[in-house]
């Protein structure tokens, strides 16, 4: 996709999501008026089927395009399952599948035991099973909601009766291809959140004040800004690299899997840091449910074990790396970017 129309993609979901009420954004059963509204909104400016081919009334974008989609959506704490839906869009239509309307969710192609992200917020999900491609119609009715779940999400039944589409996947998407471009949108989802996280924390510190001077001023208060802000540069980092991986090759391949490993754990390592060291600078405030926090690292911490956990996906790197006729984890640390 062409920048100009990418960075006119990107501020349209900046502006429709900054003017959306807290009701829309962070409703997590998708069911209230607002949240039904906004998604109103983004499917009639055609967001979940970016990734869609022109025949199917989308708009043929790689999926290194939604980057930045899913990154503005985390740092907005979005309950919707917008980078999902996108994402399944996609995936279909490679598949020769019209995507449905309304939101669609992405099965765990490596645990069929794993929960269903946004499950009592969509209407159909995608899952591949022994090479074939599905879009699966679920009812709410049917699924076993997670306590506390931050958007709905919940076990499916173990009989998928209501099977809309089932073809033969394309020849690259392999369980892990599935997994991975899965992980690659939390992982952008998650360096967006941890933006805001760090954004929130600054103005906080700088504003509160204690002992006759903000709290930005006392060097333990530095310390914990200065790690949130390495940890979301790093983690902004591993995910563009992801990106550039996946807009590089004209079809999915192993290496680009590498990446989007890379960025998940580096994401989700950057998570746990980052979340700790805002609560501590915030004190008592950051666990009210007044207050924005909270909303953002429970769905870092939600989002770390989504789509494989860092040692889950450090566990797959390190297998590739030694499955190699010659292993030689320093050149791949140290080539060239």
């Not at 992200?117 to 159909?124: C, R």
């Not at 310390?223 to 995910?239: G, M």
Request: with cysteine; charged share 20%.
């Amino acid at each position: 996709m062409e920048r100009d129309d990418l960075k006119m993609i990107t501020d349209g979901l900046e502006r429709i999501l900054g003017d959306a009420s807290l009701e829309a954004i962070d409703k997590a059963d998708g069911q209230g008026s607002d949240a039904e509204a906004l998604w109103t909104t983004l499917e009639g400016n055609g967001y979940p089927r970016l990734c869609a081919s022109l025949d199917h009334g989308g708009f043929d974008a790689n999926v290194a395009d939604i980057c930045g989609l899913a990154t503005i959506a985390g740092r907005h704490a979005l309950a919707l399952p917008l980078a999902d839906s996108i994402v399944a869009g996609g995936l279909l239509s490679a598949g020769g599948i019209e995507p449905p309307t309304g939101p669609i969710g992405l099965a765990n192609a490596l645990d069929t035991s794993a929960p269903l992200p946004h499950a009592m917020q969509v209407g159909a999900y995608v899952d591949l099973n022994e090479g074939r491609l599905r879009c699966v119609r679920l009812a709410h009715s049917d699924v076993t909601v997670l306590e506390q779940a931050e958007d709905g999400a919940g076990h499916l039944p173990e009989e998928h009766a209501d099977v809309v589409q089932d073809v033969a996947a394309p020849s690259w998407l392999t369980p892990q291809m599935f997994q991975a471009l899965a992980a690659f949108i939390r992982a952008a989802s998650m360096a967006g959140a941890m933006q805001a996280v760090l954004d929130l924390t600054l103005s906080y510190t700088r504003e509160r004040e204690q002992f006759g001077r903000p709290l930005a001023k006392f060097q333990a208060i530095q310390h914990h800004l200065s790690d949130i802000a390495c940890e979301t540069a790093a983690s902004i980092a591993a995910v563009e690299l992801a990106s550039d991986a996946l807009r590089s090759a004209p079809e999915p391949n192993s290496g680009m899997i590498d990446e989007i490993a890379i960025a998940k754990i580096r994401c989700g390592q950057a998570a746990s840091t980052v979340a700790a060291a805002a609560h501590q600078a915030h004190g008592a405030m950051g666990f009210t449910r007044e207050y924005a926090l909270g909303r953002f690292t429970r769905r870092l911490w939600q989002w770390q074990d989504e789509f494989g956990t860092e040692t889950e996906w450090a566990t797959l790197l390190g297998n590739t790396v030694l499955s190699e006729p010659n292993p030689n984890l320093w050149l791949r640390i140290s080539k060239p970017l």
